[in-house]
């Protein structure tokens, strides 16, 4: 299988810079995953689409400020820094450019000082590890001085952090937002509730790995990056419930998705607890416990729409995209939603 047979034609005019006002308010198409058959919608009437009984998995995850804009200690020269993955001995896995002005033992400051970062390693890919000094409590000082990690499509300046979250986010160190979950008001998610649908929120921070371009020709060949999720007993067993009841586990974007399918055995129960996924789910992949998924429309040749396509197939969501393109719908981070039902 080969990263191209993933490629769509996108014209740039359709990649969302902007999120819309109304988070519910965006487009929806609704895809039968087996037939291809295509319906237009607005996501606020996802309720509609969706039965008592189901159980939603929402990714609770939070988003950092994970940007820092710096300047080496001895020459001034400017320096950024995106904070990917915190270590167990507190120093940071990072992304450094110009990554030439990273060399071991190289100290950069932000903030005038407020922070210091001292590389203390290289490894793959040319990430750097450094170690922090500060004075007080990190987190403060990092939302002191951070900024939003958008992606580099997106090049319209935020006006408001919180639409680049969830309105349920709650456990800070994603370095991107689990866009899919971005649809969602609290509103919706009492209609959904009041209609009897279960709710079971999951944890996955998000690394930029889950978002970085397939460089190989052969989709075999490709490694993800790791990442960390946690799943509770509470959202454990209302998942396994709902299953056995025969209600349908629909996950509301991929990094719930790759959550629950890597805590799941292989009876099909998903196991509470904590740790690293590097799961890679393409076309071929069985899945031992999502039955349907919320999405929205993802970069072409990326991981993700090969997640998408396993759920479906690979032709079934192509021409979808292709119609969301003749329909002009929005696409990516801040873009409009698909429902594979």
Same mark, same amino acid.
């Given at each position: 299988m080969k990263t191209s047979d993933f490629y769509y034609d996108l014209?740039?005019?359709?990649?969302?810079?902007?999120?819309?006002?109304?988070?519910?308010?965006?487009?929806? #198409?609704?895809? /039968?995953?087996?037939?291809?058959?295509?319906?237009?919608?607005?996501?606020?009437?996802?309720?509609?689409?969706?039965?008592?009984?189901?159980c939603l998995v929402l990714n609770d995850t939070r988003v950092i400020p994970a940007r820092l804009i710096g300047e080496k200690k001895d020459t001034g020269g400017r320096v950024e820094f995106l904070l990917l993955k915190r270590n167990e001995d507190d120093t940071w896995e990072t992304l450094v450019k110009p990554g030439k002005k990273a060399k071991i033992g190289s100290e950069i400051s932000f903030g005038n000082g407020k922070l210091i970062a001292e590389v203390v390693d290289i490894v793959e890919d040319g990430k750097r590890i450094v170690k922090f000094d500060y004075d007080g409590i990190f987190e403060e000082v990092l939302y002191e001085l951070g900024k939003m990690p958008l992606p580099p499509y997106i090049t319209e300046? #935020?006006?408001? /952090?919180?639409?680049?979250q969830t309105v349920y986010s709650k456990t800070s160190g994603s370095a991107a937002a689990p866009t899919a979950g971005l649809h969602f008001t609290e509103e919706l998610l009492d209609d959904i509730r009041r209609k009897g649908i279960n709710i079971a929120f999951v944890t996955l921070h998000v690394g930029l790995g889950t978002f970085r371009p397939v460089k190989v020709d052969d989709v075999n060949d490709h490694k993800m990056h790791s990442e960390f999720y946690m799943v509770s007993d509470e959202s454990a067993e209302l998942i396994n419930s709902v299953?056995?009841?025969?209600?349908?586990?629909?996950?509301?974007?991929?990094?719930?998705?790759?959550?629950?399918?890597?805590?799941?055995?292989?009876?099909?129960?998903v196991m509470s607890g904590s740790g690293w996924t590097d799961?890679?789910?393409?076309p071929g992949y069985k899945f031992k416990i999502v039955d349907n998924l919320i999405t929205n429309f993802h970069l072409p040749e990326s991981t993700l729409i090969m997640l998408v396509s396993a759920l479906s197939s690979r032709k079934i969501i192509l021409n979808a995209y292709k119609e969301a393109v003749k329909e002009k719908y929005r696409f990516f981070s801040f873009g409009d939603a698909m429902f594979l039902e």
């Amino acid at each position: 299988m080969k990263t191209s047979d993933f490629y769509y034609d996108l014209p740039e005019e359709l990649i969302a810079q902007v999120p819309i006002e109304d988070r519910s308010s965006s487009k929806l #198409l609704v895809l /039968n995953k087996s037939t291809g058959e295509i319906k237009h919608d607005i996501f606020k009437n996802i309720v509609s689409y969706l039965k008592e009984g189901d159980c939603l998995v929402l990714n609770d995850t939070r988003v950092i400020p994970a940007r820092l804009i710096g300047e080496k200690k001895d020459t001034g020269g400017r320096v950024e820094f995106l904070l990917l993955k915190r270590n167990e001995d507190d120093t940071w896995e990072t992304l450094v450019k110009p990554g030439k002005k990273a060399k071991i033992g190289s100290e950069i400051s932000f903030g005038n000082g407020k922070l210091i970062a001292e590389v203390v390693d290289i490894v793959e890919d040319g990430k750097r590890i450094v170690k922090f000094d500060y004075d007080g409590i990190f987190e403060e000082v990092l939302y002191e001085l951070g900024k939003m990690p958008l992606p580099p499509y997106i090049t319209e300046t #935020l006006q408001d /952090n919180e639409r680049y979250q969830t309105v349920y986010s709650k456990t800070s160190g994603s370095a991107a937002a689990p866009t899919a979950g971005l649809h969602f008001t609290e509103e919706l998610l009492d209609d959904i509730r009041r209609k009897g649908i279960n709710i079971a929120f999951v944890t996955l921070h998000v690394g930029l790995g889950t978002f970085r371009p397939v460089k190989v020709d052969d989709v075999n060949d490709h490694k993800m990056h790791s990442e960390f999720y946690m799943v509770s007993d509470e959202s454990a067993e209302l998942i396994n419930s709902v299953k056995k009841s025969g209600g349908r586990v629909i996950c509301v974007g991929t990094t719930s998705c790759r959550t629950i399918e890597s805590a799941c055995d292989d009876q099909g129960n998903v196991m509470s607890g904590s740790g690293w996924t590097d799961i890679f789910i393409y076309p071929g992949y069985k899945f031992k416990i999502v039955d349907n998924l919320i999405t929205n429309f993802h970069l072409p040749e990326s991981t993700l729409i090969m997640l998408v396509s396993a759920l479906s197939s690979r032709k079934i969501i192509l021409n979808a995209y292709k119609e969301a393109v003749k329909e002009k719908y929005r696409f990516f981070s801040f873009g409009d939603a698909m429902f594979l039902e």
